[in-house]
Nanobody, 115 residues
Framework: QVQFVESGGGLVQPGGSLRLSCTAAVSASIFRRNTMAWYRQAPGKQRDLVATISSGDYTNYVDSVKGRFAISRDNAQKSVYLHMNSLKPDDTGVYYC???????WGQGTQVAVSS
């Protein structure tokens, strides 16, 4: 099972920014050819997809974060990032990265947006 290590979460005021990072414990070739994704699990809710980035750097976002979040990847570092701007209280939750559709998860990183 693939392991992911997420970091970069924290407490931020509404309107603030955070940059989440994730490193995958897989070979570079596996990382490079797979779509990577960020998911979010809000308190008391299921884990939902937030953003994806394909092997060709094509990105896709859930409507609620379009224009505010940006996903990127560094294949050499086997890492994926989520740049979050104009944060809202509804963005609060535990953020996980994964190979899209793999069902493997790390420990996640907590994001709290509150004044």
């Amino acid at each position: 099972q693939v392991q992911f290590v997420e970091s970069g979460g924290g407490l931020v005021q509404p309107g603030g920014s955070l940059r989440l990072s994730c490193t995958a414990a897989v070979s570079a070739s596996i990382f490079r050819r797979n779509t990577m994704a960020w998911y979010r699990q809000a308190p008391g809710k299921q884990r939902d997809l937030v953003a994806t980035i394909s092997s060709g750097d094509y990105t896709n976002y859930v409507d609620s974060v379009k224009g505010r979040f940006a996903i990127s990847r560094d294949n050499a570092q086997k890492s994926v990032y989520l740049h979050m701007n104009s944060l809202k209280p509804d963005d609060t939750g535990v953020y996980y990265c994964s190979i899209y559709g793999s069902g493997s998860w790390g420990q996640g990183t907590q994001v709290a947006v509150s004044s």
